[in-house]
T-cell receptor, first 112, second 115 residues
Framework: SQTIHQWPATLVQPVGSPLSLECTVE??????LYWYRQAAGRGLQLLFY??????ISSEVPQNLSASRPQDRQFILSSKKLLLSDSGFYLC???????????FGPGTRLTVL | AQKITQTQPGMFVQEKEAVTLDCTYD???????LFWYKQPSSGEMIFLIY??????QNATEGRYSLNFQKARKSANLVISASQLGDSAMYFC????????????FGSGTRLQVQP
């Protein structure tokens, strides 16, 4: 069966510090991968998606970036965090673009 | 205009009763998909049910069913025989067209099941 992992589970970072969140998927190959952000009490907003190694599409302009160095690894990064980057970050995968997306446990990021 | 509208910020239901969570959507695409997710307090988003725009029958998954009314652009989630573990946030989401990978989420409905 497929599983999706995210770490860390929680993170508290000062403004201006770098960020690296990792997501890995097991039990499938060549998945579509997604990064979402959820602000407190809100729905999810898609940040990035990837259909293959090295292929990243950005949905919204921001100071975040994403990379996919391996087939089942998706990384969310920032060089300098802003207060507005605080939120709950969820990674998801799907078999194809038309299938349901399955989410990881999420990372709760607080920028102080 | 909002793509997905969930008008009920919070709902209460008695254990063992059925509850309907409302969702309306807005799209000009002929091909689209509608999803419901459950988010318990742990934060994980759990996929519940899917309805394709061309599906003629309402989707069902165990105690979950989707009341799909295409002309009204509504995709309400019905949970039968509510359980205490159903207490969570519920999100309706839509994927528009083909080749479009993003899911657009509604603002969610917080369901509380009372004993």
């Amino acid at each position: 069966s497929q599983t999706i992992h995210q770490w860390p589970a929680t993170l508290v970072q000062p403004v201006g510090s770098p960020l690296s969140l990792e997501c890995t998927v097991e039990g499938t190959s060549n998945p579509n991968l997604y990064w979402y952000r959820q602000a407190a009490g809100r729905g999810l907003q898609l940040l990035f998606y990837s259909v293959g190694i090295g292929q990243i599409s950005s949905e919204v302009p921001q100071n975040l970036s994403a990379s996919r160095p391996q087939d089942r690894q998706f990384i969310l990064s920032s060089k300098k965090l802003l207060l507005s980057d605080s939120g709950f970050y969820l990674c998801a995968w799907s078999v194809t673009e038309d299938n349901e997306q399955f989410f990881g446990p999420g990372t709760r990021l607080t920028v102080l | 205009a909002q793509k997905i509208t969930q008008t009920q910020p919070g709902m209460f239901v008695q254990e063992k009763e059925a509850v309907t969570l409302d969702c309306t959507y807005d799209t000009s695409d002929q091909s689209y998909g509608l999803f419901w997710y459950k988010q318990p307090s742990s934060g994980e988003m759990i996929f519940l049910i899917y309805q394709g725009s061309y599906d003629e029958q309402n989707a069902t998954e165990g105690r979950y069913s989707l009341n799909f009314q295409k002309a009204r652009k509504s995709a309400n989630l019905v949970i039968s025989a509510s359980q205490l573990g159903d207490s969570a946030m519920y999100f309706c989401a839509m994927r528009e067209g083909t080749g479009r990978r993003a899911l657009t989420f509604g603002s969610g409905t917080r369901l509380q099941v009372q004993p």
